[in-house]
């Protein structure tokens, strides 16, 4: 497995196989449940600017961003992965949850979406913009199943700010968080990989430019828990 974002999307897809069953556990403890606040928070910002009827969760992993957008209560939610195993332990939450009336979760690539052009009021994606092999490609995808005037919604890892905190940060990111990965995942380079590409992932105003240059416009960000995670929002106008 090479340590870099741009690892093929073929690694990135064995790697989520490998880590698929243990990925929800591993999300709540190295984060300490704040995965779940930054998607929360992220729905409920949404909810005051959009009403969704078609939403599009893109590397949806295992369906936890799809069932929180569920509460923004539209007709469907689709959600698109390229690692069947993700989509599998999210299959299974569905049933549980009884949401597979409304959410639909399917395999394919980020890169070449299945979709026609502007089928959804909504495409969203948390934390996985980062491991697209290519970020521009996947965004220009995004943009092309987006209707005229829909809302795309991005949630990102990014280096928080100041410095102490960042330095504890890096401490706990770098050294600790791969070690708890390992040891309970089992996957030796799955959550080295993490650190790494987050760190190698561009500041908020290089990716507000790349957001606009794939045809989004009006794009805002908002930090969350001390800059950790980085949430974008951006609208698709065609003249
Ligand atoms: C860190 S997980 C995030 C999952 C989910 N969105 C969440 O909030 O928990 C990243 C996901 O991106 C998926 N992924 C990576 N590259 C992809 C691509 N090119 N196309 C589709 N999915 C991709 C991985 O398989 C993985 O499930």
């Avoid at 196989?17 to 704040?34: E, P, Q, T, V």
């Avoid at 959804?120 to 996985?128: I, T």
């Avoid at 965004?139 to 199943?145: D, G």
């Avoid at 919604?153 to 504890?168: C, N, Q, S, Y």
Wanted: charged share 30%; with cysteine; aromatic share 12%.
């Amino acid at each position: 497995m090479k340590d870099t974002p741009d690892a093929n999307n073929k690694e990135v897809e064995s790697m989520f196989d490998s880590i698929a069953k243990h990925y929800d556990f591993l999300n709540r403890l190295l984060s300490f449940g704040a995965d779940i606040y930054w998607r929360r928070k992220a729905i409920r910002i949404i909810s005051e600017y959009l009403k969704p009827t078609y939403i599009l969760d893109v590397a949806c992993g295992t369906g936890d961003f799809s069932i929180e957008a569920a509460k923004l209560n539209p007709v469907k939610i689709t959600g698109i992965d390229i690692s069947e195993k993700m989509l599998d332990t999210g299959r299974d939450k569905l049933s549980k949850k009884g949401l597979t009336h409304k959410i639909e979760l399917l395999r394919g690539d980020s890169e070449n979406l299945p979709f026609d052009d502007k089928q959804f009021d909504l495409v969203m994606c948390a934390f996985g913009v980062r491991n697209f092999g290519d970020r521009m490609k996947g965004l220009k995808e995004m943009s092309r199943v987006l209707k005229n005037g829909g809302m795309v919604m991005i949630l990102e890892f990014t280096k928080p700010a100041g410095k102490i905190f960042g330095k504890i940060y890096e401490l706990y990111f770098f050294r600790i968080l791969p070690l708890v990965g390992k040891m309970i995942s089992g996957d030796p380079s799955a959550y080295k990989y993490l650190p790494e590409s987050v760190y190698n992932f561009p500041p908020e105003e290089d990716f507000v430019r790349m957001m606009n240059e794939a045809g989004f416009s009006d794009i805002h960000y908002t930090s969350f828990t001390r800059g950790i995670v980085t949430f974008y929002r951006g609208l698709k106008i065609e003249q």
